[in-house]
């Protein structure tokens, strides 16, 4: 089973801070997507990276798809009480059908 | 809007017992994936389908079985189910080229006592 390391684990922010959550595996994946997820619902796809070295943003959001396609980061600036959540990247594999690991999950908590 | 519906929000079953998760879309979506939920270990595939009477297994596919018989319906199915199977399972759909959007349902918490 491939795995897919998230850190932190847990994060707890004031209102208007900066954060990065990581992603990291050893294997290679042919892209990356990044999920978030609210108490009591399903997950949510944010982005899709797809080349190596690839920055992707949304509003106060910016993810980046390392050059080895091995590792993620997502980075929110200024962080507020809207962006609480469980944030999951999910790594796709060429040669498989549809075959996605998950990460472990990032719970993110902003305090206002 | 894609609608993943998962039938029950919350489920009490006894050891033992015959689970039934069913899960529907709406959207001709190909593709169908059962997952499970536990802190700390994200989400882990079970079983995944991408056609109609056709399973792949997943990484944690034990314990676990499941049926397509229609394309909007995917449904696992517990054999006899084990307090280790207490968890939040989650659906998705996507459509049939690789490497798409996965629409999730809203999940059903399953406790196992």
């Known amino acids: 089973t491939q795995l897919l390391e998230q850190s932190p684990q847990f994060l707890s922010i004031q209102e208007g801070e900066n954060l990065t959550v990581y992603c990291n595996s050893s294997s290679v994946f042919s892209s990356l997507q990044w999920y978030r997820q609210e108490p009591g619902e399903g997950p949510v796809l944010l982005v899709t990276?797809?080349?190596?070295?690839e920055v992707k943003k949304l509003k106060r959001l910016t993810f980046q798809f390392g050059d080895a396609r091995k590792d993620s980061s997502l980075h929110i600036t200024a962080a507020q009480t809207g962006d609480t959540g469980l944030y999951l990247c999910a790594g796709f594999y060429s040669g498989g059908y549809q075959k996605v690991t998950f990460g472990t999950g990032t719970k993110l908590q902003v305090i206002p | 809007d894609v609608k993943v519906t998962q039938s029950s929000r919350y489920l009490v079953k006894r050891t033992g017992e015959k689970v039934f998760l069913e899960c529907v879309q709406d959207?001709?979506?190909?593709?169908m994936f059962w997952y499970r939920q536990d802190p700390g270990l994200g989400l882990r595939l079970i079983y995944f389908s991408y056609d109609v009477k056709m399973k792949e297994k997943g990484d944690i596919p034990e314990g676990y079985s499941v049926s397509r018989e229609k394309k909007e319906r995917f449904s696992l199915i517990l054999e006899s189910a084990s307090t280790n199977q207490t968890s939040m399972y989650l659906c998705?759909?996507?459509?049939?080229?690789?490497?798409?959007?996965?629409?999730f349902g809203a999940g059903t918490r399953l406790s196992v006592l």
């Open positions: 959207m001709d979506h190909e593709n």
């Open positions: 998705a759909s996507s459509p049939g080229s690789k490497q798409n959007i996965q629409y």
């Open positions: 990276v797809v080349t190596g070295g």
